[in-house]
Each structure stands twice: as structure tokens, then as C-alpha cells.
């Protein structure tokens, strides 16, 4: 059966409460565990973005994109000529793939890794606009995107629905390697 609009709106007032539920706090710090959850609809210090207005950005071209979805590193036990194929990433066109950067805790290296990959991105210039995505209910990019603003970037972007609702709106994606170490 299908339902019109004066039906959907109907709806509204019992789906809104249970839309909002599902949202989880803005935290002090990063968030630790269970990466992939409900996110915050805010973060303190940037401007949270949906697919439309990031697709804007992206089409007028002046604001660095990141890309922090993770990538499983090669087992170390694996058996001496077992092949190893990273799993392949579609992405936003022209982002920069830093994966791993995202984790609520992470080490000196992955920081200086992190720190390095914005600099490339924005030519060193903490004024240049960035936008953080990952992929929908991931917590990866609000983690990058906090920890950015704490490294003095001024203007950070986060786009929660990341590569999902990006996709979801049929915007192009292309496929990216991790920016080198």
C-alpha cells in the first residue's frame, strides 16, 4: 500500500522523539569504543555539513576533504606467501584517504601521520577549510574532526552521513589509496 505525504506528516510527531533517541551526546573528550553508533548531530567548534551543502564544497573546490575510514593492517601471522589484498575504498573524488586517524586514542606516529596528511591537504595553511567524513554512524570522523580543531584548523566541516549519504544523493565517488606515510 502506498502512502502519501499527508500521511507521512502524520507521522512526524511519534518518528521525530525516536529520530532524536537515536542521536547520541556531544561528548567532552573522544569517543573510545564502539565507533560505529549513533553520532552527535553537533561538535563543538565546526559545522556540520549534510550530503547537499558538502557536495557544494566539494563542487566549488576550496575545501580540503578528508577521508578517515580505517584499514585493517596485513596480519603479521600470516603464512609466507599468502596474498594480501587491501580492501578497496570508493570515495569522494579528490579526497585525501588518511585511515585510521579517527581512533579516540592514537600514537605519537599516527598524530605526526594525521598531522602531516592535513598539512598536505591544505598546503600548511591552518585557515584553509577541511571536512571530515567516514562513513554514516561513524564516529571516526567526529574524532578526526575534533582533534583537527585542536590542532588550530579554524574552519572544520563534518559530514556524519559521510561516503553513505554522500553516495545516496548518486554524487560521484572514485576509488583512493591511503596518502603515503
Not at 591537504?121 to 584553509?128: I, M, P
Not at 574524532?143 to 561516503?163: C, S
Amino acid at each position: 500500500m502506498r502512502r502519501g505525504p499527508a500521511v507521512l506528516l502524520a507521522l512526524l510527531p511519534v518518528l521525530a522523539p525516536l529520530a532524536a533517541a537515536a542521536q547520541a551526546p556531544e561528548p567532552d573528550g573522544y569517543r573510545m569504543e564502539e565507533y560505529r553508533a549513533p553520532v552527535p548531530a553537533t561538535l563543538a567548534g565546526a559545522t556540520v555539513v549534510g550530503p547537499e551543502e558538502a557536495h557544494a564544497l566539494w563542487q566549488a573546490g576550496e575545501t580540503a576533504f578528508i577521508d578517515v575510514l580505517p584499514q585493517a593492517p596485513r596480519p603479521p601471522n600470516l603464512p609466507e606467501g599468502t596474498i594480501w589484498r587491501d580492501k578497496p575504498r570508493d570515495s569522494i573524488p579528490g579526497a585525501t584517504w588518511l585511515p585510521n586517524v579517527g581512533y579516540g586514542a592514537i600514537a605519537e606516529v599516527t598524530e605526526t601521520y594525521f598531522r602531516d596528511g592535513l598539512a598536505a591537504a591544505t598546503e600548511g595553511d591552518l585557515a584553509h577549510p577541511v571536512l571530515f567524513f567516514c562513513l554514516e554512524d561513524c564516529w571516526m570522523s567526529w574524532n578526526a574532526a575534533k582533534r583537527a580543531l585542536g590542532f588550530g584548523y579554524e574552519t572544520v566541516y563534518w559530514l556524519p552521513e559521510g561516503t553513505d549519504g554522500w553516495a545516496l544523493w548518486d554524487y560521484p565517488t572514485e576509488r583512493l589509496t591511503p596518502h603515503p606515510d
